[in-house]
């Protein structure tokens, strides 16, 4: 007598494992390092070229310009790459598709631009004019959305063309070199003023609070899955790392930076880290812990399989643009507040192409599919300390847009040879 033998079905389905989880696949810190290694050799290399290089450039500036690690230098590290980070952060959402915005620059400086004659020219209200200049990038990442996901245009066209269409604008919108100054004292605190030394210390709290939640929830939802879960040792390393890092850098940050006090003190952690801090944790939780963000990564590893498995390829695509255009809208008004003003060259030169590299050098992958929200951070970092360590050595603007070339060759050539041996394995 034939028998046949049901298949017996899981108690829970499985939510897939998104890119970040990390999943190490033991429960043991051997087993953690032994999958860490595996991954490396598959070409999983992840943000470790990105760390290593941002550790080799620091030592090598802090040992050739010793001023390289004074206070005041770390501060303006951070507020001259934040609004690079910014764009870079929206970047990551559309390079994960395998896709591309050569226009993100010129899009950050028409919401300046925006936001600029609105708090100037017309007297609105900071929030009123910053709501405007958010919804003007969430219009242009609609419009270049729309255009690549339902009209079929490539993106490099889309956005090249838009790349040179929002330079006209900008032009158009300043009447043809005009220099908006802004004096809102709100947006002028964004990338000038700095946080009390206790809502400093505060911040780092929340931060590791929010660290340790998630590392316990990400556990938590392993264990769930029948996963083994990430070994006590392995978390309490990562929270330490934090607030070790973290409690450096508030430290350093809350020292006195002015060079005469009886002008005025100045100290603290600029405003605008806790900004990019918020924009890193909203965009992490968007891409690791979200069905969205699941479907992002789906549709840059193979959209016809996406499409296959009931994923709307289109909204994802033009979702990406809107969100990368609402960042690029941040880095606007990060960069008017730290110029105190827009014209014509806001948001042009070489925005773009750091913010580009920022992603890129980082570790989100030209292919797709492969890429974090921190990534930006990493590599909008080491962007800025070649430009700063460069520049306190007194090279020119020529030797550091060679050298930042070369590192995103490198970045590039490392995420192309990744690749090729992931598939070959």
């Not at 934040?82 to 400086?109: R, T």
């Not at 996963?227 to 390393?237: E, M, N, R, T, W």
């Not at 790392?241 to 003190?265: D, H, K, P």
């Not at 920022?358 to 970092?381: N, P």
Request: some cysteine.
């Amino acid at each position: 007598m034939n028998s046949a033998i049901a298949p017996q079905k899981p108690d829970k389905p499985n939510r897939p494992l998104a890119p970040g989880d990390g999943a190490p696949a033991g429960t043991t810190v051997r087993d953690v390092c032994r999958t860490y290694v595996e991954r490396l050799r598959g070409g999983e290399l992840g943000s470790l070229p990105a760390v290593g290089g941002l550790v080799v450039l620091c030592v090598f500036f802090a040992v050739l310009r010793p001023v390289f690690l004074s206070n005041l230098n770390f501060a303006n590290l951070l507020t001259q790459s934040a609004g690079s980070i910014a764009i870079a952060m929206g970047l990551v959402f559309v390079l994960l598709l395998g896709e591309i915005d050569l226009s993100a620059g010129y899009a950050s400086g028409v919401c300046a631009a925006v936001l600029a004659i609105l708090l100037t020219n017309h007297g609105w209200p900071w929030y009123a004019a910053t709501a405007a200049a958010m919804l003007t990038g969430a219009a242009i990442g609609l419009l270049l959305g729309t255009l690549v996901a339902k009209v079929g245009i490539p993106s490099f066209v889309v956005t090249l063309a838009a790349f040179l269409g929002f330079q006209g604008i900008v032009l158009i919108l300043l009447k043809e070199g005009t220099n908006v100054s802004i004096k809102d004292p709100t947006i002028l605190a964004i990338a000038n003023d700095n946080l009390s030394p206790v809502l400093g210390w505060a911040l780092l709290a929340v931060c590791v609070v929010a660290v340790v939640a998630l590392q316990l929830r990400r556990s938590s939802d392993r264990r769930k899955r029948g996963l083994p879960g990430i070994p006590s040792s392995v978390l309490a390393a990562r929270i330490g790392a934090i607030v070790v890092l973290g409690g450096t850098a508030v430290y350093l940050l809350n020292q006195e930076r002015s060079r005469n006090v009886l002008v005025g003190s100045l100290k603290g952690v600029p405003i605008v880290v806790p900004v990019i801090a918020a924009l890193l944790l909203l965009g992490t939780l968007t891409l690791q812990r979200t069905g969205f963000g699941l479907h992002v990564y789906a549709v840059g590893g193979s959209p016809e399989a996406a499409r296959r498995a009931g994923i709307n390829v289109a909204f994802i695509r033009i979702s990406a643009f809107v969100i990368c255009s609402c960042l690029a809208a941040v880095g606007g008004i990060i960069a008017a507040s730290r110029g105190n003003s827009v014209d014509p060259n806001t948001g042009g030169s070489n925005v773009l192409l750091l913010a580009v590299g920022s992603a890129v050098i980082g570790g989100t992958s030209l292919f797709g599919g492969r890429g974090r929200v921190v990534d930006a951070v990493l590599g909008g970092l080491v962007v800025a300390v070649i430009q700063n360590g460069m520049g306190l050595m007194g090279y020119s603007s020529g030797v550091k847009y060679a050298v930042t070339g070369s590192v995103l060759l490198v970045a590039a050539g490392v995420d192309a040879l990744s690749r090729r041996r992931s598939v070959q394995r």
